[in-house]
């Protein structure tokens, strides 16, 4: 019967771990460059390639010539102390993949999971200038919105992702920043004295999160963690959003713990290195 000859998906997906479908070349090529990343800026010899890989020298040599030439390998000395490092191809490479996933894509999944998570509106925002930029937003499924206009620039030092962002940065910026912005009162607990900001940001870094409790609005609280790209710098925030009620500190501490996970879920996808 011609059913017969259909391959199950499940069937697929294991054929394809099996090593008969690997390009053993490509593999060892590929063997080749994590090494090499291992290695450093001094590098490798051939022969310490070659061992690395478990192949002869002459075969390695040939690999390794074959990725300098391509520009994925680079070499420096001659004779048996030549040592090879990674090529700048690879970083060209890594620029284009990193310029086609753009911020909005990878964190917007996550931030729609945060909401499911939470029951609480999520955003999306990051820094321009000395400016918190909301650029997303999911709104829960609840009876009560919060308004954001996205692409407003808003007053960091009274919202949760604003101070995230804010606590990733120094002391004196911080301050540099917020001469710039001010530190208007939005409510009766917004913090418009410099160093009360500091401490709480200081706060915001041990925890890992920042809390806007009644801040921004009354009646209204928010709890926000930055998050980093592949250089390791901070790319933005998230935070939620909710009415303050007579919720509870542990629930207030349990939600930054929601919050900075989700974080670093989006620092993950966007390939920050691992954290300390």
């Known amino acids: 019967m011609i059913l017969d000859s259909v391959v199950p998906f499940g069937s697929i997906e294991r054929a394809m771990d099996n090593d008969r479908y690997l390009v053993k070349s490509v593999d060892r090529a590929l063997t080749t460059l994590e090494e090499l990343a291992g ?19 002459s075969a390695t040599f040939a690999l390794l010539q074959t990725l300098l030439a391509r520009g994925f390998v680079a070499d420096s000395g001659e004779g048996a102390s030549r040592r090879y490092r990674l090529g700048m191809a690879l970083a060209r490479l890594g620029d284009r993949v990193v310029s086609q996933i753009a911020l909005r894509d990878v964190a917007m999944p996550i931030l729609h999971e945060l909401t499911d998570a939470t029951e609480l509106t999520s955003r999306l925002a990051v820094m321009e200038e000395a400016w918190a930029v909301v650029i997303g937003r999911v709104d829960t499924r609840g009876a009560v919105r919060f308004t954001s206009h996205l692409g407003r620039r808003e007053l960091p ?69 930055a998050f980093t790209d592949h250089r390791g710098q901070v790319a933005g925030g998230i935070s939620v959003t909710g009415l303050k009620l007579d919720l509870p500190a542990w629930r207030i501490h349990q939600l930054g713990e929601t ?18």
Do not use: M, N, W
């Open 39 to 57: 290695a450093g800026p001094d590098g490798l010899t051939v022969s310490e390639v070659s061992k690395q890989l478990g192949a002869s020298k």
């Open 157 to 225: 030092h009274s919202s949760g992702v604003g101070k995230a962002l804010l606590a990733t940065r120094s002391d004196d910026e911080v301050r540099e920043l917020v001469a710039i912005t001010g530190l208007p009162r939005r409510t009766d607990k917004t913090l418009t004295d410099p160093e009360l900001l500091l401490r709480d940001l200081a706060g915001a870094r041990d925890r890992g999160y920042a809390v806007d409790d009644e801040e921004d609005a009354e009646g209204v609280f928010c709890v926000g963690a």
């Open 259 to 276: 919050v900075r996970t989700h974080a670093d879920r989006i620092s993950t996808a966007l390939g920050a290195p691992p954290a300390a």
